[in-house]
């Protein structure tokens, strides 16, 4: 079980946003290296521009993930994770709602400090996104490759 939680909050003069996101993930390993597993999803993000709302959506996520280990008996491990999500959002700014997908490929490495605990790390991303809104003939699509400090991803593992 691992996931991700975070919030933020900026401010500048009488301009202030808000970013929260909430993403449990829970997997079984099928073989010694290799672990397949579930993802939900929450993001909320607003933004208030002299008392005039300029930014209000909120997104639901669903998706699958696997996990390739490189060395899982060993206290440290590479792992290569390849996830895709379904979305529903809505901007209530605009009045719309959108679904898309989102196919993501990401390597990583995790440090057991014991038998069940692991802290661990993704480091860059591949990935491939598209959405479209409700009643538009167009999606729009978004290509990724990253590797600087805001693809770099922390966390905690409990392994049963």
Partial sequence: MSGTVGFS???????SSDFFTIAPKAGYFVS??????????????????DGTDTLDQSEFS???????YFAPASQ??????LGV???????KLIDAEYDGFDIAFAPGISYFVSKNFAIE??????????QEYD???DSQDNFNVGL???DIRLGVVYKF
Wanted: net charge negative; charged share 20%; glycine share 14%.
């Fill in 62 to 68: 669903v998706g699958v993930f696997g996990r390739y």
């Fill in 121 to 130: 790390a993704t480091v860059g991303v591949l990935s491939y996104q598209t």
């Fill in 85 to 91: 999500d379904y979305k529903s959002g809505e901007d």
């Fill in 135 to 137: 009643g538009a003939s």
């Fill in 32 to 49: 010694e290296n290799i672990a397949a597993g579930l993802k939900v999803g929450y993001e909320s993000d607003t933004a208030d521009n």
């Fill in 148 to 150: 600087n400090f805001d």
């Fill in 76 to 81: 440290f491990s590479l792992f290569t994770e």
């Fill in 9 to 15: 909050n900026s401010s500048f003069g009488d301009n």
